[in-house]
């Protein structure tokens, strides 16, 4: 699977948008975008996934450059219970079930009232 | 939807006693279940992949003989601690792949061992 380099850690004020940056730059063809999120002491939370084009739903938005080098995830209005690492995944996905998942260090994002 | 449960939250136990995690997906089925462990201020490790009806595979590492790992159906995986001691205190936490391969996490369970 594909590397990611967060930040490590990001700020927010509550009620502002979130862009939490991902470069993924040596990304395969066939390898999607996830994110995931952690609350302290709680199992990852599913946030949205890409494979090229961008992808909206109800708790964010996922931009992929053109050349799918990078992403970005939007969290439009943040609130305090946003607080949580993001984490940003790419692995081979789509269809065939069984494809693990490998954590890096994320980014810690702070909202702040 | 995607809902995947936990049992128990939280475990203490004493040393050389055997411990067992449920993970249940709750409202799909998942042919393929995940096991991490997590320690503090770290991020998740993947621990075994379980396959419903045949073998656990476990990553590097990790003793298949002291994480016994049982998927008997489409909507249960265990996870059995065997012979626990202070340094298998952590943070357990299982992960289901539906049909889309999206996995999907339970709430996670914590074990302390004395």
């Known amino acids: 699977d594909a590397k990611t380099t967060q930040p490590p850690s990001m700020d927010c004020a509550e009620g502002r948008a979130a862009n939490l940056p991902c470069n993924h730059s040596?990304?395969?063809?066939?390898?999607?975008v996830y994110w995931y999120r952690q609350i302290h002491s709680q199992g990852p939370q599913y946030i949205i996934h890409?494979?090229?084009n961008n992808e909206t739903n109800e708790m964010a938005s996922l931009i992929i450059t053109e050349d799918r080098k990078s992403s970005t995830l939007i969290l439009p209005h943040a609130t305090l219970r946003d607080t949580a690492v993001y984490y940003c995944?790419?692995?081979?996905?789509?269809?065939?079930?069984?494809?693990?998942?490998?954590f890096g260090g994320g980014t810690r994002l702070m909202v702040k009232p | 939807g995607a809902v995947v449960s936990q049992h128990p939250s939280r475990v203490i136990c004493k040393s050389g006693t055997s411990v067992k995690i449920e993970c249940r997906s709750l409202?799909?089925?998942?042919?393929?279940m995940f096991w991490y462990r997590q320690f503090p201020k770290k991020s998740l490790m993947l621990m075994a992949t379980?396959?419903?009806?045949?073998?656990?595979?476990?990553e590097q590492g990790v003793e298949k003989d002291k994480f016994l790992i049982n998927h008997a159906s489409l909507t249960l995986s265990t996870l059995t601690v065997t012979s626990a001691h202070p340094e298998d205190s952590s943070f357990y936490i299982c992960?289901?792949?539906?049909?889309?391969?999206?996995?999907?996490f339970g709430p996670g369970t914590r074990l302390t061992v004395l």
């Open positions: 040596t990304i395969s063809g066939n390898e999607y």
């Open positions: 379980s396959n419903e009806g045949s073998k656990a595979t476990y």
């Open positions: 992960s289901a792949s539906d049909l889309k391969d999206t996995q999907y």
């Open positions: 409202d799909f089925q998942a042919t393929t």
């Open positions: 890409g494979l090229k």
């Open positions: 995944i790419v692995r081979v996905g789509g269809g065939n079930a069984g494809n693990m998942l490998t």
